[in-house]
C-alpha cells in the first residue's frame, strides 16, 4: 500500500500536536530527536520488508549509503 505524503503529514501533525497536548504544561524537549526516532526504525524495517532484506537495494531507495544504513539498523536493534 502506498502511502500518500499527505496523509503521512498528517499523521506526524496529529501525533506531535498530540505530544504538545499531553505535556500538560511541561516543556517540551528534544521534539526532532523524539519524532525521528519514532520514524526511523519502522521506516527501514518496512523497506527492508519490501525488499527481502536486500540492503543494498534498501539502502538506494532511502537515498542513503549501505553503510549509514547498516549504522542505522544497528543503532536500532534490526537484524
Given at each position: 500500500m502506498k502511502i500518500r505524503?499527505?496523509?503521512?503529514?498528517?499523521c506526524v501533525r496529529?501525533?506531535?500536536e498530540g505530544y504538545f497536548k499531553d505535556l500538560d504544561g511541561q516543556k517540551p524537549s528534544a521534539v526532532y530527536d523524539m519524532v525521528i526516532g519514532c520514524v526511523?526504525?519502522?521506516l527501514l524495517e518496512t523497506v527492508?520488508?519490501?525488499l527481502r532484506g536486500n540492503q543494498t537495494?534498501?539502502?538506494d531507495v532511502?537515498?542513503?549509503t549501505r553503510n549509514t544504513l547498516r549504522?542505522?539498523?544497528q543503532s536500532?536493534?534490526?537484524k
Open positions: 505524503e499527505s496523509e503521512l503529514e498528517r496529529k501525533a506531535v526511523e526504525k519502522p527492508l520488508l519490501r537495494q534498501a539502502a532511502l537515498g542513503m549504522k542505522k539498523m536500532h536493534g534490526i
